[in-house]
């Protein structure tokens, strides 16, 4: 109990600060605060079973660009889907109280076993929006509003998964702009260490790994002409990442640039204002973001 007060407030004090230096991101940061912390508490306390010899990769078509979950079934537990929905469907009802209704409506019907998790699980890896158009329209609910709604609730169970997996996944070679473990883009992109290594973070499971410095990981174009930078003066550690090829952008953190310990999911709702300066030039964000799918 402790461990999650103190996450929490450590997560108040951070989105606080972050209001502080980016008053124009309150309203977002107010609208999803909530939903961080609790979110992050649920998934600190989450436990689920050993790694199934089924995950395991295989290290050949890794090596070969073979995600660990493609065409892979995850399964959990029913009780943990219901301890995910009591913990962080009131924070989004909290934090977008014009879609409330709809979101206790879903909540409900996950209990009540008309809506299942697991479903929306595998399409949220195939990125298949079927099953979004269908249960939307069963439900009353605009197919977005309830792939953020489901997305939100399976993030927790897809980070602890890509955590569990890390260990089986360090000596293995993966040179992909796509995530090894789900096979989504990233979100970030992160320099580290005293050499500044470039790691990205993924979308969907929070995964992390490394990555040529100077490649778009989407068109994976090798051309460092091709990429430019774009930053606050008074911001150098936080920048948009444009690939002049594919005409997508990545928001990128310079981690030694600082000056404090960082929560990644605060500090980038608290840099959107690249995400508009980067979408004005005419590029696209590489990865979805649950701020773009909710209105």
């Given amino acids: 109990?402790?461990?999650?007060?103190?996450?929490?407030?450590?997560?108040?004090?951070?989105?606080?600060?972050?209001?502080?230096?980016s008053p124009a991101c309150g309203n977002i940061l107010d609208a999803f605060?909530?939903?961080i912390i609790a979110r992050t508490c649920f998934r600190q306390e989450l436990s689920l079973p050993d790694t199934d010899d089924a995950l395991k990769p295989d290290p050949i078509r890794f090596s070969q660009g073979l995600a660990v979950l493609s065409g892979k079934t995850l399964t959990f537990d029913k009780s943990l889907y219901l301890k995910a929905a009591e913990c962080l469907f009131p924070a989004m009802e909290k934090g977008f109280p014009k879609a409330a209704r709809d979101i206790h409506a879903a909540k409900k019907a996950i209990a009540e076993n008309r809506l299942s998790p697991e479903l929306f699980l595998q399409a949220l890896l195939s990125g298949e929006d079927e099953i979004f158009l269908k249960t939307g329209k069963e439900l009353?609910?605009?197919?977005?509003?309830?792939?953020?709604?489901?997305?939100?609730?399976?993030?927790p169970f897809l980070e602890k998964q890509a955590e569990m997996l890390k260990p089986l996944l360090q000596n293995l070679q993966w040179h992909k702009g796509y995530c090894a473990v789900c096979g989504s883009y990233p979100e970030l992109s992160l320099l580290k260490g005293e050499t500044g290594e470039r790691w990205l973070k993924c979308s969907v499971c929070a995964y992390e790994w490394r990555f040529v410095r100077a490649n778009c990981p989407v068109c994976e174009d090798q051309n460092a002409k091709g990429m430019e930078l774009l930053f606050l003066e008074d911001r150098p550690q936080e920048r948009a990442e444009l690939c002049h090829v594919c005409k997508k952008y990545l928001?990128?953190?310079?981690?030694?640039?600082?000056?404090?310990?960082?929560?990644?999911?605060?500090?980038?709702l608290g840099a959107l204002h690249l995400d508009v300066a980067a979408q004005e030039k005419g590029f696209f964000p590489m990865a979805e973001s649950a701020w773009s799918v909710i209105d």
């Fill in 33 to 35: 605060g909530e939903l």
């Fill in 1 to 21: 109990m402790k461990k999650r007060q103190d996450t929490a407030e450590n997560l108040h004090e951070a989105i606080e600060q972050t209001k502080k230096r």
């Fill in 251 to 268: 928001i990128g953190f310079d981690l030694r640039k600082f000056p404090r310990e960082i929560f990644l999911d605060i500090e980038r």
């Fill in 140 to 155: 009353k609910m605009a197919p977005q509003l309830l792939r953020f709604v489901m997305g939100q609730m399976m993030k």
